[in-house]
């Protein structure tokens, strides 16, 4: 909708009759506006391109295009949509007038003209729309206020989650393991965005939102004993109980920063990170077992890059023939515990991973 200056409003008439013309250009400029009368629906549009009108009065019955079809056309343009349109007519029959309605029409004006009803429309209508656009104007100011805060707060929670990802790592005894995990689980996701089957749910911010959310799968385990996060030999049965409970604790530490907002797609995928990748295809895993597609597609992409991890990270996994058993590893589990089509995807670019 393009500003307009209420004062200076000018009103095309379009009437192929001229008595017409006349008398609605008198009863405009009497009104205290601008009257711009043509004869066509063609010559309008070119006055319409020449100086955008604030009203259009528009008779129904011209030859060529009439004020029904030339109406209907100015209501599919984005651009003079919102241009109030008043109708004129000779015909008062119900039909007539809900047709000028149904295309969008503010209102009409009926034949023989009355001076002060028609003055007394066009003020109102003109009132009406310069009332539209400064609503449109503040809520358009209003969006941009909106938006610059809630890019601030998402800036403030990533920076919180920033601090809890380092805060992470000092638990981790594992050396750069979050930040290859974050990497790692970009590149995986930019080699599924080339396959139809992911195309639709791996966008641009997808892969840019998973780098970090992924950095934050194990960030529940802050709430588990150092005697257990640590523990060099294998655990107990309790103890890899309390272990399990690192996934829940997790998403729920995440659910109470970042549940408020459901727009925020950073906040959405760390939660089901968290929650989830532990969860295997099959439905063996834990912590709600849940099977095949059920498992959000961040959480699949994350149990395979952490779980590469962990066995790349073994003694002697640098050699070339231990990456290809790991690699070996990953593949037999395909189909059980990860989604057998990003493990495809794995087995083209694991070479590249960090």
């Not at 006055?47 to 209907?72: K, R, T, V, Y």
């Not at 007394?120 to 656009?133: A, D, E, P, S």
């Not at 760390?270 to 959000?296: F, K, M, Q, V």
Request: charged share 25%; net charge neutral.
């Amino acid at each position: 909708m393009e500003q307009v200056s209420y004062k200076k409003a000018n009103i095309l008439v379009v009437d192929d009759i001229n008595a017409n013309l006349i008398i609605l250009t008198e009863i405009i400029r009497n009104a205290g506006y601008i009257a711009r009368p043509v004869t066509s629906a063609e010559r309008a549009m070119s006055a319409i391109e020449a100086l955008f009108p604030h009203m259009i009065l528009l008779d129904i019955s011209m030859p060529n295009i009439s004020g029904f079809e030339f109406c209907a056309r100015l209501k599919k343009s984005a651009r003079t949509r919102d241009i109030p349109i008043l109708f004129i007519t000779s015909c008062y029959s119900r039909e007539e007038k809900m047709k000028c309605f149904k295309l969008g029409a503010v209102d009409y004006i009926a034949q023989p003209f009355d001076v002060d009803e028609i003055t007394v429309r066009i003020n109102t209508h003109l009132k009406i729309y310069k009332m539209q656009q400064e609503l449109e104007f503040y809520n358009k100011r209003l969006h941009k206020i909106i938006n610059g805060q809630i890019h601030k707060i998402y800036e403030e929670q990533k920076n919180v989650m920033y601090a809890l990802t380092r805060l992470v790592e000092m638990r981790d005894n594992r050396i750069n393991h979050l930040e290859r995990i974050g990497k790692n689980s970009r590149l995986l996701a930019m080699g599924m965005e080339l396959m139809p089957r992911f195309r639709e749910e791996v966008s641009t911010s997808f892969i840019e939102t998973i780098e970090l959310a992924a950095k934050l799968h194990d960030i529940g385990k802050i709430a588990i004993k150092d005697s257990i996060v640590l523990k060099p030999t294998k655990l107990t049965n309790d103890e890899l109980e309390i272990l399990k409970t690192h996934c829940e604790i997790g998403a729920n530490a995440l659910k109470e920063i970042f549940d408020k907002n459901e727009q925020n797609q950073f906040g959405r995928m760390a939660i089901n990170i968290a929650w989830a990748h532990h969860e295997s295809w099959d439905g063996s895993g834990y912590p709600r077992g849940l099977s095949g597609t059920d498992i959000p597609l961040c959480a699949r992409i994350v149990t395979l890059v952490d779980s590469y991890d962990v066995l790349i990270s073994e003694k002697n996994a640098k050699t070339a023939y231990f990456q290809e058993k790991c690699v070996e590893r990953i593949n037999m589990d395909a189909g059980t515990r990860f989604d057998p089509e990003i493990v495809k995807v794995f087995n083209k670019i694991y070479k590249q991973f960090h």
